[in-house]
């Protein structure tokens, strides 16, 4: 994951009504805020490929999976409910759910 900066500095532009509405309608349509589009526009740095709704709710929905897989393999650790196997198996899904996630983010930046 990249590392967050601390971005301390307040920068003012006046901008007339449609010079601000042509700036949201751009940022929208790029799927980014405001502040990282023109941060990227006045630095000439080139945005991200935008993800597809499809990729966002793919990483989403795997994200529940995992999250879930994780509870049920706490609660069984705790409860000693599950066998070893059963604890095995939850690893090594909890595991493929991970690498799912990884691989969509990846296939979506290359």
């Known amino acids: 994951m990249a590392k967050r900066l601390n971005r301390s500095f307040r920068m003012e532009v006046r901008l007339s009504n449609d010079e601000r509405a042509e700036i949201?309608?751009?940022?929208?349509?790029?799927?980014?805020?405001?502040?990282?589009?023109?941060?990227?526009?006045?630095l000439s740095i080139e945005l991200p490929a935008r993800r597809a709704n499809v990729e966002v709710e793919a990483v989403a929905a795997l994200n529940r999976v995992g999250a879930n897989l994780n509870q049920i393999a706490r609660i069984g650790n705790r409860s000693r409910s599950l066998s070893a196997a059963d604890m095995r198996m939850l690893s090594v899904l909890t595991n493929e759910v991970a690498e799912a996630v990884s691989a969509i983010r990846q296939g979506s930046t290359q």
């Open 24 to 42: 949201d309608r751009r940022a929208r349509t790029a799927g980014v805020p405001v502040s990282k589009f023109v941060r990227h526009a006045a």
